[in-house]
């Protein structure tokens, strides 16, 4: 899914015109941007947390002349997945696990 998918789902499930679920879109977007880049979380229950880290200096090296150097402080947005999403990935529609999680705890049948 991308930008223009998710402004026509928006459209369809709201009776709204595209450039009016665009707006809708843009809006949610900015403000979770906004957010972060005050260092605040943006927790959305149900779907999962934003976070901002901070990854301190560092000292590296250049990999091709071997040359040391510092990197410098970097801020990074992590995404935290919430209980319930996670799970909803692990269900197919029918409710059933899909891949074989876990299938290594389940007795062999003779």
Do not use: C, Y
Request: no cysteine; proline share 3%; net charge positive.
């Amino acid at each position: 899914m991308n930008k223009k998918d998710l402004i026509e789902i928006v459209s369809k499930n709201h009776g709204v015109n595209r450039s009016q679920a665009a707006e809708i879109v843009d809006t949610i977007f900015d403000s979770i941007t906004q957010s972060l880049k005050m260092g605040k979380a943006v927790w959305l229950p149900g779907f999962g947390r934003f976070i901002v880290r901070r990854r301190a200096a560092r000292m590296g090296r250049n990999p091709r002349t071997g040359a040391a150097l510092k990197i410098s402080t970097e801020k990074r947005t992590v995404f935290l997945a919430a209980g319930r999403l996670r799970a909803a990935m692990q269900t197919n529609g029918d409710g059933d696990h899909t891949g074989d999680h876990g299938a290594h705890l389940e007795p062999k049948k003779s």
